[in-house]
Structure formats: C-alpha cells, structure tokens
C-alpha cells in the first residue's frame, strides 16, 4: 500500500482510451470463451447488480419504525447499527423533507453522530419483516445531519430519492477541467481572502506578516472595481467581523450537515486551517491524530465501493496520505456511487478522487466524535457535488493533481526532501499547499523557540512565468508559512481575469535558530537641501535582534530633471513601503488581463522584508497614469487633454517617487518620520 501514490500518478496520467486496442479484443474473445464454457470471468468479483436496491418512499415512513444503518466502525468491515424513526419534516428546505430518527445503539449512545459516518445508509423494515439487524428492509436515505452537545444520538436522514436524482446527473462522458471563471472566481477568491483576513484578525497579526495578505487583497479589489479606493481593511474594520462558529456546532438548536474529517496530526494546524476548511464543509482533527493506508494485512484489492463501506476523497498523495472520508450510501445498477448524503462543496460538476478507505478508529470526543480514516486505492471520480449528495462513476478518472516538492533544512539535521501530488481544486489546492509545507517542515520537529524561516521556490502556474518566492520569515511559524503561500495562490486560481492552475511547485525551506529582526531607530541627512542631479547621503541605524546596532550608509540619486520644491524623504520597512505604494501609485493595483495580473503579483512578493525601504517623493500629484503607463512630470496643459469626460481609458494621477532599496541581515520593522529635503537650483547662490 506504500507504493500506491506512485501508481495513482501512473494512472492519472494515461490518455483516456476510446477505442480497443488489439490486446482488449483478445481480451474480449477471451471472455466470450469464458461464457460460453460456463465458467465466471472472475470468481473473486460479485456479479453487477441488475435492479436498483429497493427504496421506502417519503409517504411510507412514520414515526416509531424501526430498522438500521450501516458504516465502518473499523477497520474495512461494514456493520449495522439500530435506528428508529422519530419524525419526517416535509419543506424542511423548499421542496425537501428531512428524516430524523434515533441511534440506540449503545456505541452511537457513546460516541453521538460521527463525522465520517456522513452517507451510511438508513434501512427500515416493513409491517411483519423479521426485525434482524443487517438484513432486508428498504433503503430510505443517508445519516447526514447530527446534533452534538445532546444527552441522546440523534440524527437527520437525506432521502434517497434526492439523492438518486444526483446521480442522474452524473456525465459519465469525459469533460474538460470545470473552474469558475471572471466573475464567480472572483467571489471565491473575495470570500477566501476575508476569510484569511479574519483569521490574521482574531490571531493578531502584526503588519510585517500580513504583508502579502493585504498587497494581494488589494490588488484582487481593485482588478475586480478599478475605480475603488485604494487601501485595505484597517484593524478596526476587521474587528468588527464576527467569526464563524466552530464547525459542526448547532449553536443555534439546529442540526449541521456533518462534517467530512479531515486529519492534520496537530492541534495547532486544526486550529489554523479549520476556519478555511469550513466553508468547504471539512473540519480538521488535530491532537497528533493523523491518517494514513491501512496495517499489514489487510486486503485492501478486496475493498470495493458498496452501501456501507468508507467512501474516501484522496486530496494529497506521496509522502502524505491526505483524504476526507465519508460513507457509501448506494451503488446503482450503472456503477454511479453515491454518498455523504449532503455536499462536499456544493460546487455542481466537479473532478475529484473517489477511493476505497480505511478507519483505523472512531475518536470518541466531547463535541463531536470522528473516524480517523484514509483512503486505500482509487476507485474512480467525483463527478457531482450537490447539496443532497456526492455522486462518482466507477473506474472513471477525470480528476488532475500537481506535484508539489518541500525541502527541509532543520538545525542540526540532514536535508529532507518531500514528494506530493495535490489534487487539482481552485479553492482547495492553495490550502493543501501550505498544509504540505507546514507537516513537511514539522515532521521530524518543531521549529526552534528562537528561530527564522527562510521560504524559497518556485509556483509553476499553467502558461505563465514562474512566481518566485524569497521571505524571511523571523518568529513567525506556521502563520508565515501559511500568509506567504495562501495569497498568491489563491488570486493565480481564483483570478477574475482567467483562474490559472496550478502545474507544480518546489518550496525550500530552512530554518534558522536565531531571530533575524531589527528595528530602524535612527536616520541622519546629510544636508537638507540638494541640487537636482546631486547625490543625497543618509546614513541609516538598525538595531537587530540580541546584537550590535548596525550602520547602513546610502546614496540617493536626484534625477536633473526632478522639478524644484520641497519632498518628503521616507526611511521605512517593507509594510509600510508596500502600503505608501498601493496609495501613490493606485494604477498599478488595476490589471486589466491576467499577465499583468502575474506581473504585479511578482511585484508584490517581490517586496522582501529584510530590507530597508527609502523613497523621496514631492507632496503633489504631478504624475498620470493611462492604465498602467506613468507618464511622469506632464505639464499641465497636457494634463487637461488626457483628462477628459469620454475617455474610454482609466486615467489616474499619481506621485512620483524616487526609491532606494538597501537591503539587510535582518528582517527590519519600523519606520521614521519623514525628513524634508528642500531641492533647489544653484543652492550656494541661495545660501549667499
């Protein structure tokens, strides 16, 4: 089973065959041979069901009858639990009744609904039916929704007619990859990054490592709506967002769709990414929990997709066996799987992995308790994602995945290089990166108390230059692993010009057991006033981290062209830098295609924390930018033609500067406040 990634790359990677070749005709004549003799093609397989399994329909079912369900408690063995009908709400939604019934089964009295038993199929019997658990009755639908914090197992059953109509929707045609594009990449991507500005919010982050969140969160606002003020959200306006509530809790006496668990094997990365996991209707389960293929054994070429058995979504393969698991709840006559009873994303047509699985155990926890699963082999795709149910073909694999390298350089010890393959998903795959990175730079020990993470590599986005990375990342841990992947990816996917996938990655990532910060804590001019085309010296003190204070001397060159007047001389860290930008210079947040788009997201990442930041800027617009070209320094007659009522081009004006980047040992912080430099023509003539 170790080697079952590597098989799964080779498979996914196989043009789809439409015609057969030589060797299947043989094959073919072979079991025509077969057939005619009386012997079966496969002893070891069961026959294909004939007829759809018999269902009770809504009108049927009444409080107080009886039956069971089935799920893998654990390993692969599927067995039955108790029910008994308390209630059918009709229009529960429009047009959609809900079954709710009770679970006395002494282990589901312990545990309560259990994320992971999501699509177990629900059985009652009929008038006069012998009443032995695991056989006869009639399918009425899925175990889909759960109460937790209760003093008894209650839970909501998904019928089995809305779920069947799921399946009649499943296109077993091959299609091509399904992304949202313009608009609706848009709202995702808009909804992701308030999402991760809530969570920089609540964990109080500071604004060195809210720097690409909040360059990348404006520049997604403003190639939505070029005409929006520049500017991001102040901690003030965040603060007044309510959080979520924690998945899988009915804070308002309601039942919750039951989550798919999704396990991290730590705490902290569940309590980092179950915000961003939410939506999408996964929870992670931390504590040192962490699934992977099943023990020695186990006959995982036995294990097929059937009412009962796991029902695994693989989302990292490699070094990583990353899955959400749920249950099967039906299998019909065509080989349509269906399951979990309720969405996993709600996204319509989808292409994702769809696996046997394996529960090495049910976690019986205070809140909600969970299976901790995994998936064993690939079955086929997820083809239809809808809010009654998942729904895959059999043996068909449409879903892509990226390979996604980590190198680790821990103190200490030898170099470390991890393999994965990240299943193709606009939304999901920019998570999954920075989960990788994280349990890749983790696994064999946590960071240093004192430490500095150096974040290098390369983002591989399909028909599109590299994206380079190179941060310095001082104390920051897992949140500036997680601020300096999710960004980026996130807007290259989710672009309103044209969502880019992702093709593949190399991040390297070494640690250092030092803090490399520092603090500018004083700057000296030279002299305050200069000539145009003169040199202007500064010389700059930083003070870093637990050493000496360090002396950084700078020459800035002043253009003969630079008009006369008084500037503003800025001494500043890589935010701050980065937010004067967005305000002077608003035109290059607005990208009209999604090259410039790739272009400025560079720009952004570019913007390198362990440097000092030095600009002379004048206090008046005397710049305009036509779209994106600045024509600096334009006299204002020439100002007032451009600027004209019916112009079908966005014409911005803007403050020219003249910038020096000195760069550091340290990641710097701070900033100074700004010194006034007097430029003038023959100033010696003027001191007389």
Same mark, same amino acid.
Request: with cysteine.
């Given at each position: 089973?170790?080697?079952?990634?590597?098989?799964?790359? #080779?498979?996914?990677?196989?043009?789809?065959?439409?015609?057969?070749?030589?060797?299947?005709?043989?094959?073919?004549?072979?079991?025509?041979?077969?057939?005619?003799?009386?012997?079966? &093609?496969?002893?070891?397989?069961?026959?294909?069901?004939?007829?759809?399994?018999?269902?009770?329909?809504?009108?049927?079912?009444?409080?107080?009858?009886?039956?069971?369900? =089935?799920?893998?408690?654990?390993?692969?063995?599927?067995?039955?639990?108790?029910?008994?009908?308390?209630?059918?709400?009709?229009?529960?939604?429009?047009?959609?009744?809900?079954?709710?019934?009770?679970?006395?089964?002494?282990?589901?009295?312990? #545990?309560?609904?259990?994320?992971?038993?999501?699509?177990?199929?629900?059985?009652?019997?009929?008038?006069?039916?012998?009443?032995?658990?695991?056989?006869?009755?009639?399918?009425?639908?899925?175990?889909?929704?759960?109460?937790?914090?209760?003093?008894?197992?209650?839970?909501?059953?998904?019928?089995?007619?809305?779920?069947?109509?799921?399946?009649?929707?499943?296109?077993?045609?091959?299609?091509?990859?399904?992304?949202?594009?313009?608009?609706?990449?848009?709202?995702?991507?808009?909804?992701?990054?308030?999402?991760?500005?809530?969570?920089?919010?609540?964990?109080?982050?500071?604004?060195?490592?809210?720097?690409? =969140?909040?360059?990348?969160?404006?520049?997604?606002?403003?190639?939505?709506?070029?005409?929006?003020?520049?500017?991001?959200?102040?901690?003030?306006?965040?603060?007044?967002?309510?959080?979520?509530?924690?998945?899988?809790?009915?804070?308002?006496?309601?039942?919750?769709?039951?989550?798919?668990?999704?396990?991290?094997?730590?705490?902290?990365?569940?309590?980092?990414?179950?915000?961003?996991?939410?939506?999408?209707?996964?929870?992670?389960?931390?504590?040192?929990?962490?699934?992977?293929?099943?023990?020695?054994?186990?006959?995982?070429?036995?294990?097929?997709?059937?009412?009962?058995?796991?029902?695994?979504?693989?989302?990292?393969?490699?070094?990583?066996?990353?899955?959400?698991?749920?249950?099967?709840?039906?299998?019909?006559?065509?080989?349509?799987? +269906?399951?979990?009873?309720?969405?996993?994303?709600?996204?319509?047509?989808? &292409?994702?992995?769809?696996?046997?699985?394996?529960?090495?155990?049910?976690?019986?926890?205070?809140?909600?308790?969970?299976?901790?699963?995994?998936?064993?082999?690939?079955?086929?795709?997820?083809?239809?994602?809808?809010?009654?149910?998942?729904?895959?073909?059999?043996?068909?694999?449409?879903?892509?995945?990226?390979?996604?390298?980590?190198?680790?350089?821990?103190?200490?010890?030898?170099?470390?290089?991890?393999?994965?393959?990240?299943?193709?998903?606009?939304?999901?795959?920019?998570? #999954?990166?920075?989960?990788?990175?994280?349990?890749?730079?983790?696994?064999?020990?946590?960071?240093?108390?004192?430490?500095?993470?150096?974040?290098?590599?390369?983002?591989?986005?399909?028909?599109?230059?590299?994206?380079?990375?190179?941060?310095?990342?001082?104390?920051?841990?897992?949140?500036?692993?997680?601020?300096?992947?999710?960004?980026?990816?996130? +807007?290259?996917?989710?672009?309103?010009?044209?969502?880019?996938?992702?093709?593949?990655?190399?991040?390297?990532?070494?640690?250092?057991?030092?803090?490399?910060?520092?603090?500018?804590?004083?700057?000296? +001019?030279?002299?305050?006033?200069?000539?145009?085309?003169?040199?202007?010296?500064?010389?700059?003190?930083?003070?870093?981290?637990?050493?000496?204070?360090?002396?950084?001397?700078?020459?800035?060159?002043?253009?003969?062209?630079?008009?006369?007047?008084?500037?503003? =001389?800025?001494?500043?860290?890589?935010?701050?830098?980065?937010?004067?930008?967005?305000?002077?210079?608003?035109?290059?947040?607005?990208?009209?295609?999604?090259?410039?788009?790739?272009?400025?997201?560079?720009?952004?990442?570019?913007?390198?924390?362990?440097?000092?930041?030095?600009?002379?800027?004048?206090?008046?617009?005397?710049?305009? &930018?036509?779209?994106?070209?600045?024509?600096?320094? =334009?006299?204002?007659?020439?100002?007032?033609?451009?600027?004209?009522? !019916?112009?079908?081009?966005?014409?911005?004006?803007?403050?020219?500067?003249?910038?020096?980047?000195?760069?550091? !040992?340290?990641?710097?912080?701070?900033?100074?406040?700004?010194?006034?430099?007097?430029?003038?023509?023959?100033?010696?003539?003027?001191?007389?």
């Amino acid at each position: 089973m170790v080697e079952a990634p590597i098989t799964l790359q #080779l498979i996914m990677k196989r043009p789809p065959i439409r015609l057969l070749r030589p060797a299947a005709w043989s094959l073919v004549l072979i079991l025509w041979v077969c057939a005619v003799a009386g012997a079966p &093609a496969w002893a070891d397989e069961p026959p294909p069901a004939t007829q759809p399994t018999a269902i009770m329909p809504l009108e049927e079912i009444r409080p107080g009858m009886t039956g069971y369900g =089935l799920t893998v408690f654990q390993g692969t063995r599927i067995e039955p639990f108790a029910v008994e009908v308390l209630s059918v709400v009709h229009n529960a939604n429009p047009r959609h009744s809900i079954i709710w019934i009770r679970c006395p089964d002494p282990r589901m009295q312990k #545990l309560g609904p259990v994320q992971g038993m999501s699509g177990s199929p629900i059985y009652l019997w009929d008038e006069g039916e012998p009443h032995e658990l695991g056989r006869g009755g009639r399918l009425i639908g899925a175990f889909a929704l759960g109460y937790t914090f209760v003093k008894d197992c209650l839970a909501g059953v998904q019928p089995i007619q809305y779920m069947r109509e799921v399946g009649q929707r499943v296109d077993h045609e091959p299609q091509p990859p399904r992304v949202a594009s313009g608009a609706a990449a848009a709202v995702t991507a808009q909804a992701a990054f308030e999402r991760m500005a809530q969570l920089a919010q609540t964990q109080g982050l500071s604004p060195q490592e809210r720097l690409r =969140l909040d360059g990348l969160r404006e520049l997604l606002k403003r190639s939505i709506d070029p005409l929006a003020a520049p500017g991001v959200a102040s901690p003030s306006q965040a603060a007044g967002q309510t959080p979520p509530p924690p998945p899988g809790l009915d804070v308002d006496g309601q039942g919750v769709p039951l989550r798919l668990p999704l396990p991290l094997g730590s705490a902290q990365l569940a309590q980092l990414f179950d915000p961003l996991l939410e939506p999408m209707g996964l929870t992670s389960t931390g504590g040192g929990f962490i699934s992977g293929p099943p023990p020695a054994g186990v006959d995982v070429d036995g294990l097929r997709l059937e009412p009962g058995s796991v029902l695994a979504v693989p989302l990292v393969f490699g070094d990583l066996d990353l899955s959400a698991a749920g249950t099967v709840t039906d299998v019909l006559p065509d080989g349509t799987v +269906l399951g979990f009873g309720h969405a996993m994303f709600g996204q319509g047509a989808v &292409a994702l992995p769809m696996a046997t699985g394996y529960v090495h155990f049910v976690v019986p926890h205070l809140q909600s308790s969970f299976k901790l699963a995994g998936g064993v082999a690939v079955q086929g795709s997820l083809l239809r994602d809808e809010t009654s149910a998942v729904a895959g073909s059999n043996g068909q694999q449409e879903f892509a995945t990226a390979p996604f390298e980590v190198e680790v350089h821990l103190p200490n010890q030898p170099q470390r290089t991890y393999s994965y393959e990240l299943v193709e998903h606009q939304e999901l795959t920019p998570i #999954l990166a920075a989960i990788v990175t994280l349990r890749s730079l983790t696994a064999v020990q946590d960071l240093p108390t004192e430490h500095t993470l150096r974040l290098q590599g390369q983002l591989h986005l399909e028909g599109q230059p590299p994206i380079q990375l190179n941060s310095m990342l001082p104390q920051e841990g897992a949140f500036g692993v997680l601020f300096e992947l999710l960004p980026p990816l996130t +807007l290259l996917m989710q672009n309103p010009h044209q969502p880019l996938r992702l093709t593949d990655a190399q991040i390297t990532a070494t640690v250092e057991p030092k803090v490399l910060s520092g603090t500018v804590v004083n700057a000296r +001019l030279d002299r305050s006033a200069v000539e145009p085309g003169q040199k202007l010296g500064l010389t700059v003190w930083v003070q870093p981290h637990g050493q000496s204070i360090q002396r950084h001397r700078v020459e800035l060159e002043v253009p003969a062209t630079l008009a006369e007047g008084d500037y503003a =001389l800025m001494v500043m860290d890589a935010p701050t830098y980065l937010m004067q930008m967005m305000a002077s210079r608003p035109h290059l947040f607005v990208t009209r295609d999604v090259g410039e788009l790739v272009e400025m997201v560079q720009r952004v990442l570019s913007i390198r924390r362990d440097a000092i930041y030095i600009t002379l800027q004048g206090q008046q617009e005397t710049g305009v &930018a036509v779209g994106r070209q600045e024509l600096p320094q =334009l006299p204002s007659s020439r100002r007032a033609m451009i600027f004209t009522p !019916d112009s079908s081009t966005i014409v911005t004006p803007y403050v020219e500067a003249i910038e020096k980047i000195v760069p550091t !040992d340290v990641a710097v912080t701070s900033q100074l406040p700004p010194f006034t430099v007097s430029v003038r023509r023959d100033i010696n003539d003027i001191d007389r």
